[in-house]
């Protein structure tokens, strides 16, 4: 069975500084691999995917994340935080399989310091 | 484009109650999901529909129905609430019946509280 592990429920930076939120998971098939973005009290909003192809996967606002399978990780960065980029961060995963079942990881905090 | 609408936005719940958690898309989706987010636990996953006519538990189900409706609409039931069912829940729906890749979109979430 799929499943996501996403290590620091709490990640600070500082303005300018680079991001990097972790992601490793767990798929007996090959899988799709989803970063999300949450603002407070608000949906969830897709920030990238990998489905196949290019191991780096660029996405909006700056952010891009690489699929690695020998290391099973999808980690999410981008280069300069902003203070606009403060939310909550989810990664999620997919397997290629005749189910859609998508699991999501526990989230990542990203809190930004003037 | 209205995507995923989800009704009530807000509830407070008694012990024992019941209620319904409606979902709708005008996105021509097969695939239809409900989750629970609670803090620190991120988004569980309690049932989730591949196409129309078929539903199946995801990792939470205990204490919850659903209804695929028909394409558009997945409900989810609460038969006898439960403080410990106080969470957000999400509607989200993704084009894919298994294997495209696409993405999920995501409803703006139910607050339930059970008193």
């Known amino acids: 069975a799929q499943s996501v592990t996403q290590l620091g429920s709490h990640v600070s930076v500082s303005e300018g500084a680079l991001v990097l939120l972790r992601c490793n998971y767990s798929?007996?098939?090959?899988?799709?691999l989803f970063w999300y973005v949450q603002y407070p009290n608000q949906g969830l909003q897709l920030l990238l995917k990998?489905?196949?192809?290019?191991?780096l996967v660029k996405g909006i606002n700056g952010f891009e994340a690489e699929f690695k399978k020998s290391e099973t990780s999808f980690h999410l960065t981008k280069p300069s935080a902003h203070m606009s980029d403060a939310a909550e961060y989810f990664c999620?995963?997919?397997?290629?399989?005749?189910?859609?079942?998508?699991?999501f990881g526990s989230g990542t905090r990203l809190s930004i310091r003037p | 484009n209205a995507g995923v609408t989800q009704t009530p936005k807000f509830q407070v719940l008694k012990t024992g109650q019941s209620m319904t958690l409606q979902c709708a898309q005008d996105?021509?989706?097969?695939?239809m999901y409900w989750y629970r987010q609670d803090p620190g636990m991120g988004l569980r996953l309690i049932y989730y529909?591949?196409?129309?006519?078929?539903?199946d538990k995801g990792e939470v189900p205990n204490g919850y129905n659903v209804s695929r409706l028909n394409k558009r609409e997945f409900s989810l039931r609460l038969e006898s609430a439960a403080p410990s069912q106080t969470s957000v829940y999400f509607c989200a729906s993704s084009a894919t019946p298994g294997g495209a890749g696409t993405e999920a979109f995501f409803g703006q979430g139910t607050r339930l509280t059970v008193v």
């Open positions: 990998y489905t196949t192809g290019a191991t």
């Open positions: 999620a995963v997919m397997e290629y399989s005749s189910a859609s079942k998508i699991i």
């Open positions: 798929s007996s098939v090959p899988p799709y």
């Open positions: 529909s591949a196409s129309e006519g078929t539903t």
């Open positions: 996105m021509n989706h097969n695939s």
